[in-house]
């Protein structure tokens, strides 16, 4: 065997937030035909982790800094690596692929892209979709996304070789097998849906009243990001200050941490439509998605439906205990057994493996977008990372052909400080204001 095919290979993350951050790495780690050396850009913007977030993933890099799009498609240009994975909105993902073809137009090899989902897909899957074609691999988190992700390509006449199946790369944790003492009810917040004041100030209550109506219970409200931190969605309404005007009872706390820490205590999860859902069903625990606010595609639960999870905070007051649909969880890619979860990403090894060993490299992305397909809808979506038509940086593109100075550095961080308190502290308060 050579001793190429022995070296860790080189993989890149460029993630767009605290949860795309935890997707990608694990992403790479599952999907790597052998051992990597990790290497991790965090794209500078308003949902940036904080070093309190990075910690709280667990995943540790070889290497991270912080980038805007121009810096790291320089980098790309520049440097090396063997697989980079896109773990950003779509947009982001569409705006690399037109920018790294770009980059890697003199290169004669260049590394195999992937790209996907952090978790359920229930909106906006066209749109999605389509602004993440063009990536070597498209990785769907179940059969059923993988299903539908092949018909919207298909559909509108776009190849659909690039999607495969995989599994949500955070799954795992030992299976439940039995109450704890003392029972512990969680409710997994999300920091956009809902998102109204009502309410989000109804779930609050009611969390609190089943506390206080199960006193030997202890009912943990799992929160995502402390006040002043960003995660993927924009939380203008955060928990925790909605929770000063209350007086829980003793058994009622908020939690910070790990997911899997937390599942590892819990007997009863609850949520609206948390991606913790999926996480909770593979360990078997019992799992709640709350209809109290309807069934609707803008709150995602609709995802759930015909899962057997379904349920109201009425009924949990009164001792419902949910049973999964097995042959809905089995769609899902969770709760799989026999060992079927660790051979979930064999497929995206294989196949990144035989794009690695293609003689003569592999060929320029190919997104379906061009200027030519969407010349309205492409060029603004650049622009905004402030790439021309081609992809090419346009003038007076931050750090476009330089390093930034000890100043620079310096400025950019005020900037950035103040743009994040005026997205989460001043625009919440001005939208408020015009509901007068």
Same mark, same amino acid.
């Given at each position: 065997?050579?001793?190429?095919?022995?070296?860790?290979?080189?993989?890149?993350?460029?993630?767009?937030?605290?949860?795309?951050?935890?997707?990608?790495?694990?992403?790479?780690?599952?999907?790597?035909?052998?051992?990597?050396?990790?290497?991790?850009?965090?794209? %500078?913007?308003? /949902?940036?982790?904080?070093?309190?977030?990075?910690?709280? =993933? *667990?995943?540790? $890099? &070889?290497?991270?800094? @912080? #980038?805007?799009?121009?810096?790291?498609?320089?980098?790309?240009?520049?440097?090396?690596?063997?697989?980079?994975?896109?773990?950003?909105?779509?947009?982001?993902?569409?705006?690399?692929?037109?920018?790294?073809?770009?980059?890697?137009?003199?290169?004669?090899?260049?590394?195999?892209?992937?790209?996907?989902?952090?978790?359920?897909?229930?909106?906006?899957?066209?749109?999605?979709?389509?602004?993440?074609?063009?990536?070597?691999?498209?990785?769907?988190?179940? %059969?059923?996304? /993988?299903?539908?992700?092949?018909?919207?390509?298909?559909? =509108? *006449?776009?190849? $659909? &070789?690039?999607?495969? @199946? #995989?599994?949500?790369?955070?799954?795992?944790?030992?299976?439940?097998?039995?109450?704890?003492?003392?029972?512990?009810?969680?409710?997994?917040?999300?920091?956009?849906?809902?998102?109204?004041?009502?309410?989000?100030?109804?779930?609050?209550?009611?969390?609190?009243?089943?506390?206080?109506?199960?006193?030997?219970?202890?009912?943990?409200?799992?929160?995502?990001?402390?006040?002043?931190?960003?995660?993927?969605?924009?939380?203008?309404?955060?928990?925790?200050?909605?929770?000063?005007?209350?007086?829980?009872?003793?058994?009622?706390?908020? =939690?910070?941490?790990?997911?899997?820490?937390?599942?590892?205590?819990?007997?009863?999860?609850?949520?609206?439509?948390?991606?913790?859902?999926?996480?909770?069903?593979?360990?078997?625990?019992?799992?709640?998605?709350?209809?109290?606010?309807?069934?609707?595609?803008?709150?995602?639960?609709?995802?759930?439906?015909?899962?057997?999870?379904?349920?109201?905070?009425?009924?949990?007051?009164?001792?419902?205990?949910?049973?999964?649909?097995?042959?809905?969880?089995?769609?899902?890619?969770?709760?799989?057994?026999?060992?079927?979860?660790?051979?979930?990403?064999?497929?995206?090894?294989?196949?990144?493996?035989?794009?690695?060993?293609?003689?003569?490299?592999?060929?320029?992305?190919?997104?379906?977008?061009?200027?030519?397909?969407?010349?309205?809808?492409?060029?603004?979506?650049?622009?905004?990372?402030?790439?021309?038509?081609?992809?090419?940086?346009?003038?007076?593109?931050?750090?476009?052909?330089?390093?930034?100075?000890?100043?620079?550095?310096?400025?950019?961080?005020?900037?950035?400080?103040?743009?994040?308190?005026?997205?989460?502290?001043?625009?919440?308060?001005?939208?408020?204001?015009?509901?007068?």
């Amino acid at each position: 065997m050579p001793a190429s095919a022995m070296k860790p290979l080189r993989v890149a993350v460029l993630a767009d937030s605290d949860t795309r951050w935890k997707w990608g790495a694990l992403t790479a780690n599952r999907i790597a035909p052998r051992d990597i050396r990790l290497d991790g850009y965090l794209l %500078r913007g308003r /949902a940036t982790p904080t070093a309190r977030q990075l910690g709280e =993933v *667990g995943v540790r $890099a &070889d290497s991270l800094r @912080e #980038v805007t799009a121009v810096e790291f498609l320089r980098a790309m240009r520049e440097e090396s690596c063997d697989i980079l994975v896109l773990a950003l909105v779509g947009g982001g993902v569409q705006a690399m692929l037109h920018g790294l073809n770009r980059a890697w137009e003199d290169r004669a090899d260049r590394p195999v892209v992937v790209t996907g989902y952090v978790g359920v897909v229930y909106e906006k899957l066209a749109d999605g979709l389509l602004l993440r074609h063009g990536a070597d691999l498209v990785l769907a988190n179940s %059969r059923q996304d /993988a299903d539908r992700f092949r018909a919207v390509y298909e559909g =509108v *006449g776009a190849d $659909a &070789d690039a999607v495969t @199946e #995989v599994a949500l790369p955070f799954l795992g944790g030992a299976p439940y097998t039995g109450e704890h003492d003392p029972y512990t009810v969680v409710f997994a917040a999300q920091p956009s849906v809902p998102d109204s004041r009502r309410d989000r100030t109804y779930l609050l209550n009611r969390l609190v009243e089943h506390a206080r109506r199960h006193p030997e219970r202890e009912v943990l409200l799992k929160l995502r990001s402390k006040p002043g931190e960003h995660t993927t969605h924009l939380e203008e309404l955060p928990y925790q200050k909605l929770a000063q005007r209350l007086d829980p009872p003793a058994n009622f706390r908020l =939690v910070y941490g790990h997911m899997g820490d937390v599942l590892d205590r819990t007997d009863l999860l609850v949520t609206v439509s948390s991606t913790a859902a999926l996480e909770s069903l593979h360990r078997r625990i019992p799992t709640v998605v709350l209809t109290d606010l309807g069934i609707r595609e803008a709150l995602g639960n609709h995802h759930f439906v015909g899962s057997g999870c379904l349920a109201s905070w009425d009924r949990l007051d009164a001792g419902h205990r949910p049973r999964p649909d097995a042959q809905w969880v089995a769609r899902q890619g969770v709760a799989t057994g026999g060992g079927t979860y660790e051979t979930a990403f064999d497929a995206a090894r294989e196949r990144i493996a035989a794009l690695l060993g293609r003689p003569g490299g592999l060929p320029p992305l190919t997104p379906y977008y061009t200027p030519a397909t969407a010349p309205g809808y492409l060029p603004g979506i650049l622009a905004r990372h402030h790439l021309g038509p081609d992809g090419t940086p346009l003038p007076g593109a931050p750090a476009a052909d330089r390093e930034p100075g000890p100043v620079r550095q310096i400025v950019r961080r005020a900037a950035r400080g103040a743009y994040r308190h005026g997205v989460q502290r001043v625009a919440p308060v001005i939208r408020r204001m015009g509901e007068l």
